[in-house]
């Protein structure tokens, strides 16, 4: 065997090793996003609890997070106390908005969830899938952070929990504020 071969095998031993590893110990909820660094889709849909008419241009010019959600969703009643008190946290910062959107749901289910679990923000209602889709979403939950000139600048797939959820107001929402 020539050295040529011997060091090409070693290169594709190494490939296929690394491969492996990331597919053991990596983290499988980092699933990269192409959406992160551009305009955030414009959506619309009714309100889950009020039916009105609800849509993202209302809040042009601010910070706005976005929750995927649905009453089915077992990681979604994981976070859903945490939502409430991120909202409590900066609802009060004129520039700040969360909205959550109810991903494959029956309307009496969803405002039944929001009503047994508790709800400060509005949630929009994803009627056909659509707003999922144009967000690229894989699954609930998941949460996006909008900044205020209208592009996504971060992307979470999974509860907001824990140290999740302490990165989320260090580093994303309270620089995007203060910025």
Not at 3 to 11: A, F, N, P
Not at 35 to 42: D, I, K, N, Q, S
Not at 67 to 96: G, M, T, V
Not at 114 to 142: C, K, M, W
Request: aromatic share 10%; net charge negative; proline share 6%.
């Amino acid at each position: 065997m020539t050295r040529t071969t011997q060091l090409m095998i070693l290169v594709v031993l190494f490939a296929l090793f690394s491969l492996l590893y990331q597919g053991l110990w990596g983290d499988p909820r980092h699933i990269p996003t192409v959406l992160v660094g551009t305009r955030a889709p414009v959506f619309e849909g009714p309100d889950v609890e009020t039916g009105e008419p609800l849509s993202s241009e209302r809040f042009k010019g601010k910070v706005i997070l976005v929750n995927f959600w649905a009453s089915w969703c077992q990681e979604c009643k994981i976070e859903h106390d945490n939502l409430l008190r991120l909202h409590d946290e900066y609802k009060d910062h004129p520039e700040f908005v969360m909205l959550g959107i109810n991903y494959q749901d029956e309307p009496p289910k969803a405002r039944a969830y929001l009503q047994r679990h508790g709800s400060s923000f509005s949630h929009v209602r994803d009627v056909n899938g659509t707003l999922a889709i144009d967000f690229g979403v894989y699954g609930v939950p998941e949460t996006f952070v909008i900044d205020k000139n209208g592009v996504i600048r971060h992307k979470w797939i999974g509860p907001i929990v824990d140290d999740v959820y302490a990165n989320l107001t260090q580093n994303v929402l309270t620089p995007l504020l203060e910025g």
